[in-house]
């Protein structure tokens, strides 16, 4: 599983690209593998308050995929959040963990307070 802290900036378009691995270091094939990821407070909040956010998988062959957040997206409160990516394999309805962290959601000047 891939360890991540992000760093982003509230109110902004933010996207950022991983490679899924497996235990030796070789690419996992993604093809066919639902990806969703979210983020929220704490790993404890309700699922009501947590933010789905897109999953793009170019070609799944080689691992690749990408979290993408568009403004509204990252229009959070500032602070610490944690996120994750899971994906279930269609075929053998097996559930892994693929990304995950802690992010961090920096004050944006031209954003007014109450709009997030």
């Keep these: 599983m891939i360890k991540q802290l992000l760093n982003i900036e509230q109110a ?3 996207e950022i690209e991983f490679q899924a691995k497996d235990k030796l270091g070789e ?3 993604l093809t066919g593998v639902t990806l969703v990821g979210r983020i929220k407070k704490a790993y404890g909040s309700p699922e009501s308050i947590a933010k789905s956010f897109a999953i793009s998988v170019p070609t ?6 990408s979290i993408v957040l568009d403004s509204n997206d990252t229009n959070m409160e500032p602070g610490t959040y944690v ?7 269609g075929s ?13 959601i920096y004050p944006s000047v031209t954003i007014p307070i109450d709009e997030y």
Excluded: L, R
């Excluded at 799944?60 to 995929?65: E, K, M, T, Y």
């Excluded at 053998?92 to 961090?104: H, P, R």
């Design 12 to 14: 902004c378009s933010f």
């Design 27 to 29: 690419p996992i094939d």
């Design 60 to 65: 799944g062959i080689d691992g690749w995929f």
């Design 83 to 89: 996120w994750d990516v899971i994906g279930e394999e």
């Design 92 to 104: 053998t309805n097996v559930i892994n963990k693929y990304a995950g962290g802690q992010a961090i």
